[in-house]
């Protein structure tokens, strides 16, 4: 059982991952098992060029960058990268939920979902009744998000990236990864807000 499940390994979900392994020295983060599944393969960096992403190089690829951030968070304890395989289901199970990849079942009490804006997410089982259009996608490009109030779908589903519905742009992506994480951290602290800084 993982305390929580990340899942997309994009901007949003690695800088989820990142805030909360570097907080991995606070008391409330002992013996937290979190797990990542960082299926890149359909992301929309992999066609990308960055030019305008806040500490990236000038013109660096986006596959690239996919995978130097993957590599990098491999040093961020207790995040345990599981097999990069795309989810089929996610569905409540009591307190926590199970979440069914191609090859693999996992548990988790908490989820974080930054798979992107696909409309392949309402063929997700268990996402169905959350589906909207994504409203901050180009005109005529049909995308999809799903409805939430400041990232949280419901207690334990989080959404960051464009699954959130935010603007496609990695850098704001980026950024609802880390307000998802000091949301969490703040949960695991007895809802007394934390966040973490490095020194």
């Known amino acids: 059982m993982f305390d929580l499940l990340i899942i997309g390994g ?10 909360l392994g570097s907080a991995s020295g606070k008391d409330y983060m002992a013996n937290k098992k979190i797990g990542m599944i960082a299926y890149t393969q359909t992301s929309d960096l992999n066609a990308a060029v960055l030019n305008n992403v806040y500490g990236v190089s000038l013109g660096v690829k986006g596959k690239d960058f996919l995978k130097t951030e993957l590599e990098e968070l491999k040093t961020f304890k207790p995040i345990e990268q599981l097999p990069e395989n795309p989810i089929i289901s996610l569905v409540a199970k009591g307190d926590s939920y199970q979440v069914s990849t191609k090859e693999n079942n996992y548990e988790a009490k908490n989820v974080v979902l930054a798979i992107g804006h696909s409309p392949k997410i309402a063929d997700i089982e268990g996402l169905t009744d959350w589906v909207i259009p994504h409203k901050n996608s180009l005109e005529g490009v049909e995308k999809c998000a799903l409805k939430n109030t400041n990232l949280l779908v419901k207690d334990g589903l989080y959404v960051a990236g464009l699954t959130s519905g935010c603007a496609s742009q990695a850098v704001i992506a980026a950024g609802t990864g880390g307000d998802v994480a000091v949301q969490i951290l703040t949960k695991w602290n007895n809802n007394k807000f934390d966040h973490h800084h490095d020194k």
Do not use: I, R
Not at 10 to 19: F, S
């Open 10 to 19: 994009g901007p949003a979900g690695v800088a989820c991952a990142k805030v």
